[in-house]
Nanobody
Framework: QGRLVESGGGSVQSGGSLKLYCVGTGSLYCLGWFRQVPGKEREAVAYVETDGKIYYADSVKGRFTIIRDDVRNTMYLQMNNLTADDTGTYYC????????????????WGQGIQVTVSS
């Protein structure tokens, strides 16, 4: 299996923007972004499903955009109008097998990158 490497995180004030990068994707489907806050379960932020449709968590709809660059094997997460609730560790992940009829099984994960939004 390859390796996923995230970059682009950091600190920003509320209302600002950040763009996260994930290099090493090489997959058309079942790849996405997740985030985790201490004390809470990891949640899906945005991902590409087995049929190519893109899912966004309700909390980020209209603010976040997932972008896939198949030539560069890179996936981006453009995050606009950030709020303090977006603070967390963000992970990119994919199903190395590209998914199945049963859906996506995310079995390859990046190391995580911190996003901190101050109010």
């Amino acid at each position: 299996q390859g390796r996923l490497v995230e970059s682009g995180g950091g600190s920003v004030q509320s209302g600002g923007s950040l763009k996260l990068y994930c290099v090493g994707t090489g997959s058309l489907y079942c790849l996405g972004w997740f985030r985790q806050v201490p004390g809470k379960e990891r949640e899906a932020v945005a991902y590409v499903e087995t049929d190519g449709k893109i899912y966004y968590a309700d909390s980020v709809k209209g603010r976040f955009t997932i972008i896939r660059d198949d030539v560069r094997n890179t996936m981006y997460l453009q995050m606009n109008n950030l709020t303090a609730d977006d603070t967390g560790t963000y992970y990119c992940a994919l199903d190395a097998g590209g998914g199945s009829a049963y859906g996506c099984k995310y079995d390859q994960w990046g190391q995580g990158i911190q996003v901190t939004v101050s109010s």
